[in-house]
């Protein structure tokens, strides 16, 4: 049982390109959400999901979009990346949402430059 | 609007001594808190957790203490070790049709051996 997995650990980009950042959980979880960590802050929610096919957006979605075609894997893509996408991203996810409290379990994140 | 801070940034503790981390909310709604542990290259780690009908819990060497009245929440490590060096956050969610969990800003402990 290996988690909440998130690939690449390290990237860096120049202005305007695009990349996937994939994140993927063997816990059958329900819920799953994308945070990103700017130095010296908490976490901003980006996007969740709260079952295969079903996608809404966070506090901060501009320049960013989801998908989830499967219960596991739900990636983020940065289709015109800006300096301003520099950032730690972090993968999340639960086992249920809504009124219950759950934990969040959470990958070790993808450290992202953009230049 | 709401928000979660925390009013001291960093923590500096001697090995051996008790710790305490204190948060602030503003979002009365709020029913659920949670302190997650977050070292240096890794990905938060859950601690503790309360519901709003508390205001003790304990766990292994933590307590989470919630004050609804000031809308304060603390976390209490004691026996304070180096293994406990990292940031804490607290986080809060209220009752919205799907989870949504506010994060703070993060207390940076400092174990001292």
């Known amino acids: 049982n290996a988690g909440v997995t998130q690939t690449p650990k390290f990237r860096i980009l120049k202005i305007g390109q695009s990349m996937t950042l994939q994140c993927a959980q063997d816990m059958n979880h329900n819920y799953m959400y994308w945070y990103r960590q700017d130095p010296g802050m908490g976490l901003k929610l980006i996007y969740y999901?709260?079952?295969?096919?079903?996608?809404d957006k966070g506090e901060v979605p501009n320049g960013y979009n989801v998908s989830r075609s499967t219960t596991e894997d739900f990636p983020l893509r940065l289709e015109l990346a800006a300096p301003s996408q520099t950032s730690v991203y972090f993968c999340?996810?639960?086992?249920?949402?809504?009124?219950?409290?759950?934990?969040?379990?959470f990958g070790s994140g993808t450290q992202l430059s953009v230049l | 609007g709401e928000s979660v801070g925390l009013h001291l940034p960093t923590l500096s503790v001697q090995e051996g001594d008790n710790s305490i981390i204190n948060c602030a909310y503003s979002n009365s709604a709020s029913d659920y808190f949670i302190w997650y542990k977050q070292e240096s290259g890794k990905g938060p780690q859950f601690i503790i957790d309360i519901r709003s009908n508390m205001d003790k819990r304990q766990g292994q060497r933590v307590t989470v203490l919630l004050n609804k009245t000031v809308k304060h929440l603390s976390l209490q490590i004691a026996a304070t070790q180096p293994g406990d060096s990292a940031v804490y956050f607290c986080a809060e969610k209220g009752w919205r049709g799907y989870q949504k969990v506010t994060f703070g800003t993060g207390t940076k402990l400092q174990v001292i051996p």
């Open positions: 999340a996810s639960s086992q249920t949402g809504g009124n219950t409290n759950e934990k969040l379990f």
């Open positions: 999901s709260v079952g295969a096919g079903i996608t």
